[in-house]
């Protein structure tokens, strides 16, 4: 631990025993850890095809486990198909299944106000580690207002014109897991050269990839609204770039719960699909975690408690998942090769069946040609000898 006096969240396998779900223990003045949040990840065993081809977490209260604080829902990039002749021959016809890429962003999704925080992933130059970017609004909640122009209005979080505060992850050294954020400055600044503008303030540092402390004496420096939210994020981006980037890239079909494709063998070609572009949370997709119906919001003047918005109808559908759509066409692949294959057999089948009909039949012919010159062969005796008889007798 840093201090004691700070606040630190320590990552542990939940009580319930359940391998998918943890919780965040909070330690502050030196107290005893005590829960906090659940953390719940997407369940692998679960065979509902929402929960495959993703990687889901999401940041409950630990003594209420219907508030929800926010949530994250990440999708891999594919490869393109392989083009080579061998390796489509070598695969039974069709292209081998596309491989996971990890996605370069990820989208912190909060509630009650509704907001997106977008993470992205930059790449370190020059043998430097990659930092992990998100900016936070200053201004989340409209001001209490008896005006109904203004109760019409956006919330201030949504707006692209609200100043946005911009943090940034950062490893402490090349060879260790250790992360520190930093607030970078404000999308307002107008000194861009980090020789000309003030130095970054660290707000807190990610240890051992298990316990987050929070430098609370700097975060009256941060001018933000929503320090709740700020801590949320913490949170997940924490457990998100822990998961995504810090795990082995041989876990990666564990990660993002892929199913692995059975060998097949088949004999046609299967359709090309391209890297499908990042999808948001909020764009119709049923999230792993909470895709069961939203409760509706609680009306204004209510305690204030976080609720899950409610899925917008007109949202476009989601995109169909490139695994899934390989998965459609091997088996369509399969399905029309076993129908070919069954084809021939059956016309294998009859050749078969007419070749042994008509031998059957020659041989019919024959014996029947066999009969009828035997036949002729004793009426032909049969008359030499009535002629041979009336010669000898005179009749």
């Given at each position: 631990?840093?201090?004691?006096?700070?606040?630190?969240?320590?990552l542990?396998?939940?009580?319930?025993?359940?391998?998918?779900?943890?919780?965040f223990?909070?330690?502050y003045?030196g107290?005893?850890p005590?829960?906090?949040?659940?953390l719940?990840?997407?369940?692998?065993?679960s065979?509902s095809p929402?929960h495959?081809?993703?990687?889901?977490?999401?940041?409950?209260?630990?003594?209420?486990?219907?508030?929800?604080?926010g949530?994250?829902?990440?999708?891999?990039?594919?490869?393109q198909?392989?083009l080579s002749?061998?390796?489509?021959?070598?695969?039974?016809?069709?292209?081998?299944?596309?491989?996971?890429?990890?996605?370069?962003e990820?989208t912190?999704?909060?509630?009650?106000?509704?907001?997106?925080?977008?993470?992205?992933?930059?790449?370190?130059?020059?043998?430097?580690?990659?930092?992990?970017?998100?900016?936070?609004?200053?201004?989340s909640?409209?001001a209490?207002s008896?005006?109904?122009?203004?109760r019409?209005?956006?919330?201030?979080?949504?707006?692209?014109?609200?100043?946005?505060i911009?943090?940034?992850?950062?490893?402490e050294?090349?060879?260790?897991?250790?992360l520190?954020?930093?607030?970078?400055?404000?999308?307002?600044?107008?000194?861009?050269?980090?020789?000309?503008r003030?130095?970054?303030?660290?707000?807190?540092?990610?240890?051992?990839?298990?316990?987050?402390?929070?430098?609370?004496?700097?975060?009256?420096?941060?001018?933000?609204?929503?320090?709740?939210g700020?801590?949320?994020?913490?949170?997940?981006?924490?457990v998100?770039?822990?998961d995504l980037?810090?795990?082995?890239?041989?876990h990666m079909?564990?990660?993002f719960?892929i199913?692995s494709?059975p060998?097949r063998?088949l004999?046609a070609?299967?359709?090309?699909v391209?890297?499908p572009?990042?999808?948001?949370?909020?764009n119709?997709?049923?999230?792993?975690?909470t895709?069961?119906?939203?409760?509706?919001?609680?009306p204004?003047?209510?305690?204030?408690q976080?609720?899950?918005?409610?899925?917008?109808?007109?949202?476009?559908?989601?995109?169909?998942?490139p695994?899934?759509?390989?998965?459609?066409?091997?088996?369509t692949?399969?399905?029309?090769a076993?129908?070919e294959?069954?084809?021939?057999?059956?016309a294998?089948?009859?050749?078969?069946?007419?070749?042994?009909n008509?031998?059957?039949?020659?041989?019919?012919?024959?014996?029947?040609?066999n009969?009828?010159r035997e036949?002729?062969?004793?009426?032909a005796?049969?008359?030499?000898?009535?002629?041979r008889?009336?010669?000898?007798?005179g009749?």
């Amino acid at each position: 631990m840093l201090d004691e006096n700070l606040p630190a969240f320590f990552l542990k396998q939940a009580a319930d025993g359940v391998k998918h779900h943890y919780a965040f223990n909070l330690s502050y003045h030196g107290s005893d850890p005590e829960p906090a949040y659940l953390l719940q990840h997407a369940d692998p065993a679960s065979p509902s095809p929402e929960h495959k081809n993703c990687y889901a977490a999401a940041l409950f209260d630990a003594f209420n486990p219907d508030v929800l604080f926010g949530e994250v829902l990440a999708r891999p990039q594919w490869t393109q198909p392989t083009l080579s002749q061998e390796d489509i021959r070598r695969n039974g016809g069709v292209p081998p299944p596309p491989q996971p890429i990890l996605p370069r962003e990820f989208t912190v999704q909060l509630y009650n106000p509704d907001q997106q925080i977008l993470c992205s992933v930059k790449e370190g130059k020059w043998g430097s580690s990659d930092t992990y970017e998100f900016s936070m609004p200053e201004t989340s909640f409209r001001a209490p207002s008896a005006s109904m122009i203004d109760r019409s209005q956006s919330d201030p979080a949504t707006l692209p014109v609200t100043p946005k505060i911009n943090f940034s992850w950062r490893k402490e050294s090349k060879l260790g897991k250790d992360l520190t954020c930093f607030m970078t400055g404000k999308s307002t600044d107008t000194e861009k050269k980090k020789s000309r503008r003030d130095p970054d303030i660290a707000i807190a540092l990610w240890r051992s990839l298990r316990e987050l402390t929070i430098y609370e004496p700097n975060l009256s420096r941060v001018d933000i609204e929503d320090p709740k939210g700020l801590e949320v994020v913490l949170l997940l981006s924490a457990v998100v770039i822990k998961d995504l980037y810090f795990s082995s890239r041989d876990h990666m079909a564990e990660l993002f719960n892929i199913t692995s494709a059975p060998p097949r063998k088949l004999s046609a070609g299967g359709r090309r699909v391209s890297n499908p572009a990042q999808t948001p949370l909020l764009n119709g997709s049923p999230n792993p975690i909470t895709s069961h119906p939203p409760p509706p919001q609680a009306p204004h003047g209510t305690s204030f408690q976080q609720q899950r918005p409610q899925n917008m109808s007109s949202a476009p559908p989601p995109m169909p998942d490139p695994r899934a759509a390989w998965e459609l066409e091997a088996e369509t692949a399969r399905l029309r090769a076993q129908a070919e294959a069954e084809s021939r057999a059956a016309a294998s089948a009859r050749r078969t069946r007419e070749k042994a009909n008509e031998a059957a039949a020659k041989a019919l012919q024959k014996q029947m040609e066999n009969e009828e010159r035997e036949a002729r062969r004793k009426q032909a005796e049969v008359n030499r000898e009535t002629e041979r008889l009336r010669k000898k007798y005179g009749v």
